[in-house]
């Protein structure tokens, strides 16, 4: 009963540095997403992808690309890391539809030095 | 603007106490959906409750209630003789039915509370 899994966990990273954080969810869900969050912002939205094959930028893309592999997997790279990228980022999915819930990950706390 | 707004940064009560957590949301829509999400210590996002725009009927599960005012915009979530497991951040979040954000949710800054023994 997975759900949504993000790989890794934590990840300290020097400034430059470039990664990818995993995501797949084992809910046969249309929609996935990537959030990050810091204190006091709640969280937010950096890049969706509603369906397999397409990827939307949200409210804070600048910084991070990312890849729907297939239906199931949602990735999501720092290029390039700065100190400003170090967050806490949280992998979601739905069903698709409005209306349903979005379930998430168990986070990725990732530090860039 | 905030879409989601939880002016209550804070706040702190002591075991068996009833407390309710504000939402206030902004939205032209006419079909939205409203949650609330739970982040213990630990940090994972656990999904609480969801309600459609067209169903204003309040809520209650055990010791946690919603009242969910379209009047006022807000969708108010109340726990009743709090615990100490209850401390946690607690998010409210807002899904619209339309437009370019399709399907994303937006959230509050969240509520921090802490439950003394």
């Known amino acids: 009963n997975a759900g949504v899994t993000q790989t890794p966990k934590f990840q300290v990273l020097k400034t430059g540095q470039s990664m990818t954080l995993q995501c797949a969810q084992d809910?046969?869900?249309?929609?996935m997403y990537w959030y990050r969050q810091d204190p006091g912002m709640g969280l937010r939205l950096i890049y969706y992808?509603?369906?397999?094959?397409?990827?939307d930028k949200g409210e804070v893309p600048n910084g991070y690309n990312v890849s729907r592999l297939n239906k199931r997997e949602f990735s999501l790279r720092l290029e390039s890391a700065a100190p400003s990228q170090t967050s806490v980022y949280f992998c979601?999915?739905?069903?698709?539809?409005?209306?349903?819930?979005?379930?998430f990950g168990e986070g990725s706390w990732l530090t860039v030095v | 603007a905030q879409k989601v707004t939880q002016a209550q940064t804070e706040i702190s009560v002591v075991e068996k106490e009833d407390v309710t957590l504000d939402c206030v949301y902004e939205t032209r829509d006419t079909t939205y959906y409203l949650f609330w999400y739970k982040q213990p210590p630990s940090g994972e996002l656990v999904f609480l409750i969801r309600?459609?725009?067209?169903?204003?009927q309040n809520e209650i599960s055990g010791r946690y209630s919603w009242n969910f005012q379209k009047s006022t915009s807000s969708f108010n979530f109340t726990i009743t003789a709090s615990q100490v497991v209850d401390s946690a951040v607690y998010f409210c979040?807002?899904?619209?039915?339309?437009?370019?954000?399709?399907?994303?949710?937006?959230f509050g800054r969240g509520t921090q509370l802490t439950v003394w023994p």
């Open positions: 992808s509603a369906s397999e094959g397409t990827t």
């Open positions: 309600r459609n725009s067209f169903d204003e």
């Open positions: 809910m046969n869900h249309n929609s």
């Open positions: 979601a999915s739905r069903l698709g539809g409005t209306g349903n819930t979005i379930y």
């Open positions: 979040a807002l899904s619209e039915a339309g437009g370019s954000t399709l399907g994303r949710l937006y």
